[in-house]
């Protein structure tokens, strides 16, 4: 009797491991993704919701945002103060115009004018400047490469965006949550001659003033970096997006140490052929330092959209673009540029494709994803 006991124990126990087993494999498979499931592919593009968080729409004009509603992609519009191209209070007409003919679809940012920084009440200007244009249904501002490269005080000194004179207004975008997007100084190509230039020579030959190699008597790429940083330093709870890879294009390593030192800071991928370029020579550290980073990377093109009298050719040539960004991201197909020559794309990971193309632009802009004014802020 005792011998049946001990069998039917036994065959008691042998049955719990099995069902034990049997539940344990069945989570498993639930959370397990198969391989085609890890990786988006091409056709995915449109079902992904995208955000293109560095646009310059300077025109009223609605085919290029009629495409991005096509690919199913909201679009940050940033207005500059910049001295050429469309003035800062029209492209300001033109992001509120967009704003609200596209709710949901288009966003924007705001600017400040320095156009009066030498007067006693230049920072309480700039403030209520931004008051108002938080009003009108700003949900961040810009600050662009005047400062550093154009802007000079009383004395003839370049003034650089750590300046104590900017604290005021850097603290009232902290205090209140706004981001700030910076373009701060310029490819380091910026100071080489055209002919050592591998990707920005169609630029600085149109624009030969913000070609540093022919003025040296300007501040040097290391103190526009410095001074961006000091900048940080004052500000830690700043929530600041460096665009164009933070002016940091060149070497992923120096990214990767302002990552690593401002935590507040995220960076805005508008120098793709930059990441071309990385790719091509190390494609492992490439796609090590996306997935590695990917909380703080924005997908982000800087295009100017004007005015065209041929909106399908605007239109295909948007969706084409934003194809072969995808293509990079979510392939390793081997692919070309003509400056660069061959590279493999980084076929990223589904959560990683998700976060620089929707999540991210939610976390550092909040407001994208309703689009409502910062009512509260303009008080």
Not at 178 to 198: F, K, N, S, T, Y
Not at 274 to 295: A, E, M, P
Request: glycine fraction near 4%; aromatic fraction near 12%; charge should be neutral.
């Amino acid at each position: 009797m005792i011998n049946f006991l001990i069998f039917l124990f036994l065959q008691l126990l042998a049955l719990i491991v099995f069902l034990q087993s049997c539940t344990n494999t069945s989570k498993f498979a639930a959370v397990t993704k198969t391989p085609e499931q890890a990786f988006y592919a091409l056709e995915d593009f449109k079902s992904v919701k995208k955000a293109d968080t560095h646009v310059h729409l300077n025109t009223s004009d609605t085919p290029y945002i009629s495409q991005a509603r096509e690919d199913n992609v909201r679009l940050l519009d940033i207005v500059d103060d910049r001295p050429f191209g469309v003035p800062m209070k029209k492209q300001e007409e033109i992001a509120i115009q967009q704003i609200n003919a596209f709710p949901g679809r288009v966003v924007y940012a705001t600017t400040f004018s320095v156009d009066n920084w030498n007067k006693n009440d230049w920072q309480d200007e700039a403030i209520a400047s931004i008051k108002n244009s938080l009003g009108n249904g700003a949900i961040a501002v810009k600050v662009w490469k005047n400062i550093g490269m154009q802007l000079k005080d009383k004395n003839g000194k370049f003034v650089m965006i750590d300046n104590p004179r900017f604290d005021p207004i850097l603290n009232y975008l902290a205090e209140n949550q706004v981001p700030l997007i910076a373009h701060l100084g310029e490819p380091r190509e910026c100071w080489l001659p055209l002919d050592q230039m591998v990707l920005n020579k169609g630029y600085y030959s149109q624009h030969p003033e913000y070609h540093m190699y022919l003025h040296p008597e300007y501040p040097s790429y290391e103190s526009q970096v410095k001074a961006r940083d000091n900048m940080l330093e004052k500000h830690p709870d700043l929530r600041f997006i460096g665009a164009h890879l933070a002016s940091l294009e060149w070497s992923l390593d120096e990214l990767s140490k302002r990552l690593d030192r401002f935590p507040n800071m995220a960076a805005d991928l508008a120098r793709m052929s930059d990441l071309y370029v990385h790719s091509k020579k190390d494609w492992k550290k490439t796609r090590d330092f996306f997935i590695k980073y990917q909380d703080r990377l924005l997908y982000a093109t800087d295009v100017q959209v004007a005015a065209t009298k041929d909106p399908l050719a605007m239109k295909k040539q948007a969706h084409d673009s934003r194809i072969r960004y995808w293509t990079f991201f979510t392939t390793d197909e081997q692919m070309n540029e003509p400056e660069v020559g061959e590279f493999q794309g980084l076929k990223l990971p589904r959560e990683v494709v998700d976060k620089i193309y929707q999540l991210n632009a939610e976390k550092w802009f909040p407001a994208i994803v309703t689009g409502k004014k910062l009512t509260a802020l303009t008080n």
